[in-house]
């Protein structure tokens, strides 16, 4: 269902997303040559042998920890638009690259603190649905450490970073997480158990 909402909402949001990319060098190869991040397409053992900290074992940690899968990303039903649905099956499949990146986990709050990022990096209206009733069955505690912390820095972050979409991970799998975030423009994250 989450999956339906984002393609009938993104209608005005899908051709902003598919400009973006077009005008940008690297976002222009991914749109040229879509790449799909499956388990098909990954070599997981190379990923799982990369040093620690850098993207590709990163990822590989954060699929194997949550026990998540990049199949798990629905192809879409509800775009017409060949290029479009593209950029909306891109955005899915590099949901978890995202959560790796700003060094989410997958409970709520991190879903949330993720949400929040997206929502500022793509005006999805799934994206900002999720950023605010999200949170509906967290915690006081959990509440105010997001308000406080976690929501201040997701949209510092998603403000500041260059346009997610035009980068190819794919071939930077051997590129320290830390370095990446820094050339993307993402804050360190906040030092709080979430």
């Known amino acids: 269902m ?28 991914v749109l040229q040559e879509r790449p799909r991040i499956r388990l098909s397409t990954l070599d997981m053992g190379r990923l799982r042998g ?7 074992r990163e990822y590989v940690r954060f699929l194997e920890d949550n026990k998540v899968s ?9 775009v017409d638009d060949e290029e479009l649905a593209y950029v909306i099956q891109r955005y899915r499949e590099v949901h978890d690259l995202m959560h790796t990146l700003l060094g989410m986990p997958t409970n709520m709050l991190g879903e949330v603190v993720v949400k929040w990022f997206e929502a ?14 999200g949170p509906i069955r ?8 997001l308000a406080t912390e976690l929501i201040p820095w997701a949209i510092r972050s998603g403000r500041n970073a260059s ?16 370095s990446l975030r820094e050339e993307i ?6 030092a709080v158990r979430v």
């Open 70 to 78: 990049p199949d798990t990303r629905m192809p879409p039903k509800f």
């Open 120 to 133: 500022v990096q793509t005006g999805l209206p799934m994206c900002v649905l999720g950023a605010v009733f």
């Open 50 to 56: 990369l040093p620690d900290g850098t993207l590709g």
């Open 163 to 178: 346009f997610i979409l035009n980068v190819y991970y794919e071939q930077r799998w051997e590129q320290p997480v830390e």
């Open 185 to 190: 423009g993402i804050f360190p994250p906040p």
């Open 2 to 29: 989450v999956a339906v909402l984002g393609e009938t909402t993104g209608c005005l949001a899908l051709p902003n997303l598919r400009d973006k990319m077009k005008h940008h060098p690297e976002g222009y190869r």
């Open 138 to 145: 967290l915690s006081a505690r959990k509440l105010q450490v």
